[in-house]
């Protein structure tokens, strides 16, 4: 079963006063770039990154090999970003969803959703926390072709709702949202990133 890992960075991080994408832990990668070798190392077949606000200039200094995915339409909404990635990669059999700014999230936790998904790949997963629902996301193929006919401002938590099974993970990144400088200032102190 061969999942693309698509980290979701096209928003404009206006509370953090500049883009998630690269916000740089103590080893000066771009967060956008260690989601998306998280995403690889749990064990997605490919990983890209969805841009959209000030795009040149996270291009410029995100590594090259890094691929992305342009959302013309990101200021939309977020549906607009799950749909780019998902058209730019029409032979995957599932998709995960990763938010660049859910930071933190442990490898394990990505092999124990795609190991749950490769059991019933025809089901959409969302990972839990104490029964709290995290801001992953995976779904297959065909849930995809559907979720391509939202319009771009689509609540997706709505629309996922009624076909989401949820799979509890030990994992309290899942539900983390950096949005600002001193979150991000936290993180850095209490997770060595």
Same mark, same amino acid.
Do not use: Y
């Given at each position: 079963? %061969?999942?693309?890992?698509?980290?979701?960075?096209?928003?404009?991080?206006?509370?953090?006063?500049?883009?998630?994408?690269?916000?740089?832990?103590?080893?000066?990668?771009?967060?956008?770039?260690?989601?998306?070798?998280?995403?690889?190392?749990?064990?997605?077949?490919?990983?890209?990154?969805?841009?959209?606000?000030?795009?040149?200039?996270?291009?410029?200094?995100?590594?090259?090999?890094?691929?992305?995915?342009?959302?013309?339409?990101?200021?939309?909404?977020?549906?607009?970003?799950?749909?780019?990635?998902?058209?730019?990669?029409?032979?995957?059999?599932?998709?995960?969803?990763?938010?660049?700014?859910?930071?933190?999230?442990?490898?394990?936790?990505?092999?124990?959703?795609?190991?749950?998904?490769?059991?019933?790949?025809?089901?959409?997963?969302?990972?839990?926390?104490?029964?709290?629902?995290?801001?992953?996301?995976?779904?297959?193929?065909?849930?995809?072709?559907?979720?391509?006919?939202?319009?771009?401002?689509?609540?997706?938590?709505?629309?996922?709702?009624?076909?989401? %099974?949820?799979?509890?993970?030990?994992?309290?990144?899942?539900?983390?949202?950096?949005?600002?400088?001193?979150?991000?200032?936290?993180?850095?102190?209490?997770?060595?990133?």
């Amino acid at each position: 079963m %061969k999942t693309v890992g698509i980290v979701l960075a096209a928003g404009a991080s206006r509370r953090m006063g500049s883009p998630k994408a690269l916000l740089r832990g103590a080893d000066g990668i771009p967060l956008a770039a260690r989601q998306a070798a998280l995403l690889l190392a749990g064990g997605c077949e490919a990983a890209a990154v969805v841009l959209g606000a000030e795009i040149e200039r996270i291009r410029l200094e995100l590594p090259e090999k890094l691929a992305t995915v342009e959302n013309p339409r990101w200021a939309q909404g977020r549906a607009s970003s799950l749909q780019a990635g998902i058209g730019a990669h029409p032979q995957a059999d599932g998709f995960l969803f990763l938010p660049v700014d859910a930071a933190g999230v442990k490898e394990a936790t990505i092999r124990e959703i795609l190991e749950v998904a490769s059991k019933k790949p025809q089901l959409v997963w969302r990972p839990v926390h104490r029964g709290e629902k995290g801001n992953l996301l995976w779904i297959p193929q065909e849930a995809g072709r559907e979720l391509m006919k939202l319009p771009p401002d689509a609540r997706v938590d709505e629309w996922v709702r009624p076909l989401a %099974k949820e799979l509890e993970v030990g994992d309290s990144a899942i539900l983390r949202n950096v949005n600002t400088p001193e979150e991000w200032a936290i993180l850095l102190r209490t997770h060595h990133l």
